[in-house]
């Protein structure tokens, strides 16, 4: 679709990947401004109806990036992260959501070249596969 620009929520946990796009940041690495950043303590707390409530409110994908997994500053809320976001990706295909608008990646403190290119990656599929349907909706 041309001229589109997708909106991508991203969930970051404080400890780890939120330091990663603060040093592409100050690293100067060039990535879309497609992107908004919530920062949470821990992937652990992102709540699934935080996600659903990012794509009925328009988002065109959501990102939930935290800390490797044994990195966890909370243990193991990373691990919680991962069971939660494999099962909204069973849940969302029946709402009619591509569940590839929803990501979970673990990128560390030190790897603002991985959050750039996560993020420039993400914006060039969500390109493709076109605006959010449930946007679309409201819109209407
Ligand atoms: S503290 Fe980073 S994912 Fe838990």
Sequence with gaps: ??????????????WCTYTAAD??????LGYPAN????RVMCTGMVDPKYVIKAFLEGADAVLVSGCHP???HYI???????????????ILPQFGFDDERLRLTWIG?????????TIRKM??????LGPNEAKLKIVI
């Design 35 to 38: 992107v908004r950043l919530i």
């Design 1 to 14: 679709m041309e001229g589109f620009e997708p909106t991508i929520i991203a969930f970051v946990c404080n």
């Design 70 to 72: 044994g990195d966890c």
């Design 109 to 117: 403190a030190s790897d603002g070249i991985q959050f750039a290119e």
């Design 23 to 28: 040093l592409a940041g100050t690293s100067r």
């Design 123 to 128: 914006v060039t599929q969500m390109k493709i």
């Design 76 to 90: 193991n809320g990373n691990y919680k992260a991962r069971r939660r976001i494999k099962l909204l990706k069973e």
